[in-house]
């Protein structure tokens, strides 16, 4: 899991852990599920990286490629995961809400909902 000294969006969260260490926050956590060949999750990225300094003590944001992971079926079946770009979040490391697709706008409002 990356610290909180990492640069900006935090590249991997390690959703693999029977604890979800990577969830578990005082502050809500966004994750963005990704592919390496999905476009507009590339697109949506400077979106991510414009909320992260935006509300950097508020919200809590990763990226989860699963084309790194080793078992990606465990966890697309885990999180829900049915097509790309995904984002969850999640808050005291349980699921609060999916989004489906790519409309910053309404990132951005769900960020501001749930900070």
Do not use: A, H, W
């Amino acid at each position: 899991m990356s610290s909180d000294s990492d640069p900006l969006i935090k590249p991997y969260v390690s959703l693999s852990l029977p604890s979800n260490d990577g969830l578990v926050s005082s502050v809500p956590v966004m994750v963005l599920f990704t592919s390496l060949i999905c476009n507009p999750c590339r697109q949506i990225l400077p979106t991510l990286s414009e909320l992260d300094l935006e509300y950097k003590d508020q919200f809590k944001f990763y990226t989860f490629d699963v084309d790194e992971e080793k078992e990606p079926k465990i966890i697309t079946k885990r999180y829900d995961i049915r097509t790309f770009p995904s984002t969850n979040v999640f808050k005291r490391g349980g699921p609060m809400i999916k989004y489906y697709g790519f409309d910053p706008e309404e990132l951005k409002q769900l960020v501001e909902k749930y900070k």
